[in-house]
């Protein structure tokens, strides 16, 4: 494979790692209490 190729594809794999990264952080802050530990109460079985 084109060295220059594997370049442009691990800068775009870290891109993507950071993006992931912020919108996890982004959710966490929406919903905290969904992130942290389960509730009963958000559960769609009862």
Known sequence: M?????????AWRTEL???EEQFAKQ???IR????NSP???GS???
């Open 39 to 41: 509730s009963p109460s």
């Open 17 to 19: 790692d950071e993006l």
């Open 27 to 29: 959710l966490t802050e």
């Open 44 to 46: 769609l079985s009862g």
């Open 32 to 35: 905290p209490s969904e992130m």
């Open 2 to 10: 084109d060295p220059e190729l594997l370049d442009r594809i691990t």
